[in-house]
């Protein structure tokens, strides 16, 4: 059974600031895993997506990398700024018969202050 | 031009009525979900419909009834409410050969009391 965990549970950096977020999964055989970032009262965005193939994703600041070996995915956005406020979720999907079955991480709930 | 919207946005009612959660999606995806996220954030799978039939079912009390009339609507009958289900309930759709690229509703917050 997949289980994915995130830390760190809440960051608060300044403006600017370049920051790391981690994901751990403990099922190596990973069909793909997604960083998603939730905004209060909205529904989920997917950010980036990383297939098993691969070893990172690029869009913009944003950055995501993927270790199968060691069960880890990190998101890194650089240059950080207040709207990336947010709460960032990593997702494994595991493949197979459960294509659909996105397992979640708890989040990370990120604060960039002015 | 809401892709995937859901109703209501605020539910508030007393332990042991119904209530139902609609689901409706614009994308012509063939395959819909219902997520529960809990007061501590996680957000966990509960079932799945692909093309009006269930796909996945997770370890959800009967009390939990999905229902997709057409491909566009999945929607979601509680019976009996309880304290345990406050949470807020997402609607996701995707399409059925790419399953992980699932687009969100804004989330149902049921609140029982």
């Avoid at chain 2, 039939?53 to 009390?61: H, K, M, S």
Wanted: net charge neutral; charged share 20%; aromatic share 10%.
């Amino acid at each position: 059974k997949q289980e994915v965990t995130q830390i760190p549970a809440a960051l608060s950096v300044p403006e600017g600031e370049n920051l790391v977020l981690n994901c751990s999964f403990t099922d190596s055989a990973i069909y793909n895993l997604q960083w998603f970032r939730q905004d209060p009262g909205k529904g989920l965005t997917s950010l980036l997506l990383i297939q098993s193939s691969q070893r990172e994703q690029t869009s913009g600041r944003l950055n995501a990398s993927l270790d199968k070996s060691s069960g880890r995915s990190t998101l890194y956005i650089a240059a950080s700024q207040p709207g990336d406020s947010a709460t960032y979720l990593c997702a494994g999907n595991a493949g197979g018969t459960s294509y659909g079955k996105l397992t979640f991480g708890q989040g990370t709930i990120l604060t960039v202050h002015p | 031009d809401t892709a995937v919207s859901q109703t209501p946005k605020y539910l508030v009612t007393q332990m042991g009525n119904d209530k139902s959660i609609k689901c409706e999606q614009n994308l012509g995806h063939d395959t819909m979900y219902w997520y529960k996220q809990d007061s501590k954030k996680f957000l966990k799978i509960m079932f799945s419909y692909n093309n009006k039939e269930l796909i996945i079912n997770e370890t959800v009390p009967n009390r939990f009834s999905p229902k997709s009339p057409d491909k566009a609507h999945l929607n979601l009958h509680i019976n009996s409410l309880e304290l345990g289900d406050s949470a807020v309930y997402f609607c996701a759709s995707s399409q059925e050969n790419r399953p992980w690229e699932q687009y969100f509703g804004p989330g149902t917050r049921l609140t029982v009391t």
